[in-house]
């Protein structure tokens, strides 16, 4: 028999807004982001962190959320893809991903996206075997590699024509 966890009172900052939820802290991070939060960018894949289809940038840095324990998101940024940019104004990763056409089903889009931008924070300027090796651990079974590719050189150069972007949100 298992005993039940004490569930607390947590503070997460998502896409810059503070949000309060009282859960499990053991609960896996993409869990209250799509359920409580209603991010739906961050997928469920694998639950093993594995495909990449889950990706968030915390601090910046991409993270497997459904990996990352709820609690080790307390007192860092969490960035979702919703978090980037929307609609009229897209990220300029995202909007390099739109004009490169790089999905069919867009069930990678999310890991593919969160990891270029955290990737490209560091590297401003890559090879396309930098670009292949950054995204290596991201899972896209439709075959759009080569317009991913071309989405993150494009996103490069979008992110040198405006530097001011840059900075992680």
């Known amino acids: 028999m298992s005993v039940p966890r004490p569930y607390s009172q947590l503070s997460l900052n998502v896409n ?11 609960t896996p991070l993409l869990y209250i982001l799509r359920n409580d939060f209603e991010c739906n960018g961050p ?19 991409a993270a497997r959320s459904c990996v990352v324990p709820v609690r080790a998101a307390v007192g860092h940024a969490v960035t979702t893809l919703e978090g980037l940019g ?6 300029p990763v995202q909007q390099a991903f739109i004009d490169e056409q790089a999905a069919q089903c867009g069930y990678c889009l999310n890991g593919m996206i969160m990891t270029a931008r955290a990737f490209l924070s560091t590297h401003p300027d890559p090879t396309d075997e930098q ?7 991201n899972l896209c079974r439709c075959g759009t590699h080569v317009e991913i590719v071309r989405a993150v050189k494009r996103a490069a150069t979008l992110l040198r024509l405006a530097p001011e972007q840059v900075e992680q949100r």
């Open 16 to 26: 810059l807004t503070e949000r309060a939820v009282c859960v499990d802290p053991a």
């Open 43 to 61: 997928k469920y894949g694998c639950g093993l962190g594995q495909c990449g289809a889950c990706t968030v940038l915390i601090d910046g840095i």
């Open 86 to 91: 929307q609609g009229e104004q897209p990220d």
């Open 131 to 137: 670009i292949r090796e950054a995204l290596r651990f």
